[in-house]
C-alpha cells in the first residue's frame, strides 16, 4: 500500500504539495479578477490593495487548515517587511489579531516535527 500516491504514509507529501499550490494558485491571476471573485472576503469589499495581505487574509477566513495554514504564513511575510507593520496598521490589523490568527496554526513546525517524531518512534517500537 505504501507504493500507492493514496496511501496514508503518503499525506504528508500530499499536504506539502496542495501547501505550494495555494501558495502560488495565484500568481498569474489578475488582481481584478482576484477582488471580483472574493469580494466578500476582502476588507470593505474594496479591490486588492496590498496583494500579499490580501491573499493572506483570504485564506485566513478558509475552513480547511492547510489553507488557513498558508494565509498565516503570508501574513508573516508581510509583517517580515520593513513596512509590514504600518501596512498592517492601514488595514485596521493589530497585534493580537496576529497572535490570534497564528495561534491556531503551526507556523513553527513543531507539531509536524512532534508527529513525524511519534511516528519514528512507533516504528521503533512496533
Not at 10 to 20: F, G, P, S, Y
Not at 62 to 86: A, F, I, M, N, R
Request: with cysteine; net charge negative; glycine share 6%.
Amino acid at each position: 500500500a505504501a507504493g500507492s500516491l493514496s496511501a496514508p504514509s503518503n499525506d504528508r507529501r500530499m499536504n506539502a504539495e496542495r501547501a505550494w499550490i495555494y501558495r502560488r494558485a495565484f500568481d498569474e491571476i489578475p488582481d481584478q479578477v482576484v477582488a471580483s471573485a472574493f469580494r466578500k472576503e476582502l476588507p470593505r469589499g474594496e479591490p486588492l490593495r496590498h496583494r500579499a495581505l490580501d491573499l493572506a487574509l483570504i485564506f485566513l477566513q478558509h475552513p480547511d487548515q492547510l489553507v488557513y495554514q498558508v494565509g498565516c504564513e503570508g501574513l508573516l511575510d508581510v509583517l517580515s517587511d520593513e513596512d509590514g507593520h504600518t501596512l498592517l496598521d492601514r488595514y485596521g490589523i493589530t497585534m493580537q489579531d496576529v497572535f490570534s490568527w497564528t495561534a491556531r496554526s503551526d507556523v513553527t513546525g513543531s507539531i509536524a516535527r512532534e508527529s513525524i517524531m511519534n511516528e519514528l518512534l512507533d516504528r521503533i517500537s512496533g
